[in-house]
C-alpha cells in the first residue's frame, strides 16, 4: 500500500520505518525541515534498538522517503496515519489534542480521493468522532474519507520490535470499509498470527489509557509494598517473585523504583483518572489517583535512602554520580524522567552532580544543561562519594564492580531501581543499597 505517516517523533519514525519493513512505501511528514533532511539521508534524530539501521535501510531503498508538505502526501497515499503528539494539556490532567486536530486541517482540504486516516495518538473518548466529523467537513470527498483508530502499545526502547510484532492489534471501526484498510495495512503482521481486535471507535480509545493506567497502577502497587518492606525490613524482591508466579499477576512491571516517567505513562494515567471523573466514575478516579500520589512520591522516597546511605556526610557538598539520564533503558528520551527528576533534588539540596547514560546524554544535556554530564562509565565514578543508579541500563547491571571500585572517593552505591544483584558488589567491596531491600 501507499501510506502516510503524519507527524515524526518517537511514534512516527518507528512506525514510518515499520510499514518500510512490512512491504509498503511510505512518506513522513513533518514540520521540522531539518529533522526531515536528516531523516531523508538516514540519520536518526531519536535512539531505539533498531531503529537506525531500519531507518538507513528504507531511505537508501527509496521505499521510506520524507517530506515537510503534507499535499504531497494526501496526493500519495491511500491510508494516512495520524502519529503527531498528544501532551498533556494545561490543566495538567488532559490531552491537548490540538496537533491532531491540526494535522486533520492540514489533510483533510487535499484529499481528492477515497482514503482512510488511522489514528495512533493516545486521545480522550470521543475523539474519533469529532476527528470523523471534521474531516468530512473539510475534505473535497466528504464522507468518503474513513476515519479509525488503532491506538499503539509501544515501549520505548522496543518500538520497532512492537511495531513490527506486536501482542495484540486493535482497530476502532465505523464502517467496513475502515476494518478492511486496517486487514490490508496489517497483514503481514495478521497473518504472523498477531490477534486483532475489531471494536468500536470509543472502545479502542478507552483501551489505550486502561492499559497504561494499569501500568502504573501496578508500578504504583509494588513500590508501596517496597516502602513496608522498608519499614518492616523485609525484600521485596522476593515478594516480587512470590507474586510473580500467579498467574494472574504476573511480574511484569513489578520492578520498584523511583517510579515511571516518559511521554506516555504520566500523561495516561492523569488523563484516564480524569476521563474517570468526568464520566463519574468517582471511585475509580480516587483509587487511580492514589497511583498518582504513590509515584509522585518516589523522588522523596530515594531522598531519603540516599540519605541514610551516606550516614554522617550530608548531601550538601557531597559529590554524586547518577547513572541514568533517560526515562527507562532503550531509549534516549528523557521526558518527566524520573533519574532527572532525582537529580534536580539532589542538587537543590547541595549535592554537585555528574549524570552519565549511555544514549541519553545529549537529550538531557539539551533539556537540563545545569548538570555536568559523561559518556564514560567508569570516569563518572572518579572521586564519587555515592553513585546512585536511576535508570536500569544492562550496562550498569553488567558492570564489573571490582574493576569500578577504587574509582569513587567512597565505594558506596544506592541502586534505586532494584536492578543489581547485591552480593557481587558488596563482596568486591562496595556497600549497596536498594529500595525495599535489607541493606548490608
Known amino acids: 500500500m501507499r501510506v502516510s505517516v503524519i507527524g515524526c517523533g518517537h511514534l512516527g519514525i518507528p512506525h514510518a520505518a515499520a510499514m518500510a519493513e512490512l512491504g509498503h512505501e511510505v512518506i513522513g511528514v513533518d514540520v521540522d525541515q531539518t529533522k526531515v533532511d536528516r531523516l531523508n539521508a538516514g540519520e536518526c534524530p531519536i535512539y531505539e534498538i533498531g531503529l537506525p ?3 538507513a535501510r528504507h531511505t537508501a531503498s527509496g521505499r521510506l522517503r520524507f517530506t515537510t508538505d503534507i499535499r504531497e502526501a494526501a496526493d500519495f497515499a491511500e491510508l494516512h496515519f495520524i502519529g503527531v ?35 495512533k495518538s493516545t486521545v480522550t473518548v470521543g475523539t474519533t468522532a469529532q476527528v470523523t466529523a471534521l474531516a468530512q467537513r473539510l475534505a473535497p470527498i466528504g464522507n468518503q474519507v474513513d476515519v479509525v483508530w488503532n491506538p499503539e502499545f509501544l515501549r520505548e526502547g522496543h518500538a520497532v520490535e512492537d511495531t513490527l510484532r506486536p501482542d495484540r ?17 496489517y497483514a503481514g503482521i495478521i497473518d504472523a498470527g498477531v490477534p486483532i481486535f475489531v471494536t468500536d ?39 516480587v517473585n512470590i507474586l510473580g508466579i500467579d498467574p494472574r499477576i504476573g511480574s511484569g512491571g513489578m520492578r520498584p523504583g523511583i517510579g515511571y516517567g516518559g511521554g506516555c505513562l504520566p500523561k495516561d494515567v492523569r488523563a484516564f483518572t480524569a476521563s474517570a471523573r468526568q464520566l463519574g466514575a ?8 492514589a497511583a498518582e500520589v504513590i509515584n ?13 546511605a551516606l550516614g554522617d556526610l550530608p548531601i550538601r557538598g557531597s559529590r554524586i554520580t547518577v547513572w541514568g539520564a533517560a526515562f527507562k533503558p532503550g531509549t534516549n528520551d528523557v521526558r518527566e524522567s524520573p533519574a532527572l527528576a532525582l537529580s534536580q533534588a539532589l542538587q537543590q539540596a547541595g ?3 555528574t549524570i552519565h547514560d549511555p544514549q541519553a546524554v545529549a537529550t538531557a544535556t539539551v533539556r537540563n544543561p545545569e548538570f555536568e554530564y559523561t559518556d564514560d562509565l567508569a570516569a563518572s565514578l572518579n572521586a564519587a562519594d555515592i553513585v546512585v543508579l536511576a535508570t536500569e541500563w544492562p550496562e550498569y547491571r553488567q558492570a564489573d564492580p571490582q574493576a569500578l571500585v577504587e574509582r569513587p572517593a567512597t565505594p558506596l552505591l544506592v541502586d534505586c531501581r532494584t536492578t543489581v544483584d547485591p552480593e557481587p558488589w558488596r563482596a568486591s567491596g562496595w556497600t549497596v543499597h536498594q529500595l525495599g531491600r535489607p541493606g548490608k
Open 53 to 55: 539501521e531500519l531507518l
Open 85 to 119: 503528539g498528544t501532551p498533556i494539556d494545561a490543566d495538567g490532567r488532559s490531552y491537548d489534542t490540538a496537533q491532531v486536530y491540526g494535522a486533520i486541517r492540514q489533510l483533510a482540504p487535499h484529499l481528492v480521493r477515497a482514503c482512510t486516516i488511522v489514528g
Open 169 to 185: 492489534l486493535i482497530a476502532g471501526v465505523s464502517t467496513a470499509e475502515g476494518e478492511k484498510a486496517i486487514r490490508a495495512v
Open 201 to 239: 471507535p470509543q472502545t479502542a480509545e478507552l483501551a489505550k489509557g486502561a492499559a497504561n493506567t494499569f501500568l502504573g497502577l501496578k508500578i504504583s502497587f509494588i513500590n508501596a509494598v517496597a516502602d513496608m518492606c522498608e519499614a518492616a525490613g523485609g525484600d521485596v524482591s522476593q515478594i
Open 282 to 289: 468517582d471511585q475509580a478516579a480516587g483509587l487511580l489517583r
Open 296 to 308: 509522585e512520591s518516589r523522588t522523596g522516597v530515594a531522598l531519603s535512602l540516599i540519605t541514610r
Open 351 to 353: 549535592a554537585s552532580v
